[in-house]
């Protein structure tokens, strides 16, 4: 099956934003938690978070117009921190409910079966249960002019992994945590990790 | 197991890069063809590859100054053209090999089991055998300051598609092709298809 640029421009919309979702490959699944200047606390599903850098530790996500979860930047412009929380088999039912459009002032935990989390003087809510949290500061935004979107750069201030997870070269095995990957819009899959094959120089 | 922004900056450099590659969830892994003015290939393995926008049709990864695959960003400049090609199970091993730093006049396709295929008048290779192909045309490249890395951004210009993995409805069962995800620098994971559970609504 082949689709050019042009018959992508003609597909109707649905079909359309399942297959360009769909192809790049699979994706990151995780809850971003904030919280308003009011204190009204907001979670939402994210399958665009992207390693930066290590040192400063910086993660990115993308930000549509038209996404959903315009609330959670609201928040993060307003208090400057967010969480992000790995999803795992047992939720991705409730973590994929985060997507539907309510009002900024319903939260996400009071219309699902996942609950907050509060760490220290931390001000942002965490996902309680989750395999792997981090309390994250707002570093950046970029724009990218090509298709309206913002990249959201923040900074990793505390990161939180069930311990058997993580092997003795800082390597997480996030299959051991039966964290969740993300194809398209709405697809859940449960990856197994296969094999490592270390840094590889020239034969 | 907690580790503070400070307890990441002392961490040894391994350790460090391992366990920040990783905690951002599963990636895509995806081989990017390229070819230069001089017309030598050059593929190499890239886990940042990521929707942008459905219309038009565009993906961006994220470029390192210290990653290896700048032969590839400079044939991106040189050319306008590039390829992205899906990591099936069966030439994982090979796949990470091209994260070998070769020289510029050494393919990678010389030195695995990877072959070239062309399609049309596109000038730069596709991986033979991957269950999805893309045929990518330069748009921009962004800045992002605060961890000195860029964003290429590419429009989907042909998508090619092994027909059992496409559905009705416009959605790709990655799983069905045995595409692999990337946990960290190395690590290849198999993922499984669970469920899907279409466009949420509020309660």
Do not use: W
């Amino acid at each position: 099956m082949v689709f050019t640029e042009e018959d992508i421009f003609k597909l109707q919309k649905i079909y359309r934003i399942n297959l360009i979702n769909s192809c790049s490959g699979y994706k990151s699944a995780n809850l971003l938690g904030s919280i308003s200047k009011d204190g009204s606390t907001n979670v939402a599903v994210f399958s665009s978070v992207t390693h930066l850098g290590s040192k400063p530790p910086t993660l990115g996500f993308i930000l549509r117009p038209t996404t959903v979860p315009r609330n959670t930047y609201q928040n993060i412009l307003d208090t400057g921190v967010f969480t992000i929380n790995h999803i795992h088999k047992n939720i991705i039912e409730d973590a994929h409910h985060t997507s539907a459009k309510y009002d900024a002032d319903i939260s996400e935990f009071d219309q699902t079966n996942l609950f907050e989390e509060y760490k220290g003087e931390f001000e942002a809510p965490f996902v309680k249960g989750c395999p792997i949290q981090m309390a994250m500061s707002f570093v950046e935004e970029v724009y990218i002019a090509s298709n309206d979107v913002k990249m959201i750069v923040g900074r990793i201030k505390e990161l939180y992994i069930d311990d058997q997870l993580l092997q003795d070269d800082g390597f997480i095995d996030l299959s051991k945590g039966e964290v969740m990957s993300i194809i398209g819009l709405d697809g859940y899959a449960l990856p197994k990790l296969e094999e490592r094959f270390g840094y590889q120089r020239p034969k």
